[in-house]
């Protein structure tokens, strides 16, 4: 219940209204989650940002991070979720970025980071990101959504529902996290084992 309380009912409607008039196909629209990504591109850090900038910033950000994961790993050592099982620091970002230097997925991903409603929408000849802005508010009080990323085919990326991931004709990926079980059970409407999409909904 807690995804759905986040994402409340017309948000959706409005990112799918504003892309099917733009590109006068079908679309799936899908809530993107967690916008702290890692990535493993050369010349970005762990966090996205390019290596050599903000070298101030980065020392000060270091030394909280450092102090903050390290009292945070106590408490969860503590709590026994390190007992006989795999362990993890509390900071530690999922790599879901990857590519050479220059990645064509960081056109995409470089605009996603910092909205706080992005959404991922998908037709049989493109893909866009589009932000709301904070989706527990009443949508007749939000801004108007407007498209933050879009490539349509032959620049369009590879898409994976199955993998949820898209590729980049360089080989970078960018693998995009969903807003919870109830972005996941959305998805289930469109697809067919292995890798069928039914646009308009399963028949």
């Known amino acids: ?19 099917r008039a733009r590109w006068h ?11 702290d990504l890692g990535f493993a591109v050369p010349g970005r850090r762990l966090d996205g940002t390019v290596k ?3 070298l101030v910033r980065r020392f000060f950000w270091n030394i909280l991070r450092g102090l903050g994961g390290a009292v945070l790993y ?30 064509q997925a960081l056109a995409l991903v470089d605009r996603l980071r910092g909205a706080s409603g992005p959404w991922l929408a998908c037709s049989p000849s493109g893909v866009a990101v589009v932000e709301t802005g904070p989706t527990y508010a009443d949508p007749a009080d939000a801004p108007p959504p407007r498209i933050l990323w879009e490539a349509r085919k032959p620049e369009a990326p590879e898409l994976s529902f199955r993998k949820s991931t898209l590729t980049w004709p360089d080989g970078s ?12 059970r959305h998805l289930r409407k469109f697809l ?3 890798d069928v999409v039914h646009w308009d909904g399963k028949p």
């Open 1 to 19: 219940m807690r995804d759905e309380a986040l994402v409340r009912p017309g948000f959706r409607e409005r990112v799918e209204e504003l892309v």
């Open 25 to 35: 196909e079908p679309v799936i629209v899908l809530r993107l989650g967690d916008t």
């Open 52 to 54: 050599g900038k903000r």
């Open 74 to 103: 106590v408490l969860y050592l503590a709590n026994g979720s390190g007992g006989g099982g795999k362990t993890g620091h509390p900071f530690q970002r999922e790599i879901r970025v990857s590519g050479p230097a220059d990645a």
């Open 173 to 184: 990926t960018f693998r995009f996290p969903l807003h919870g079980r109830a972005e996941e």
């Open 192 to 194: 067919e084992f292995p």
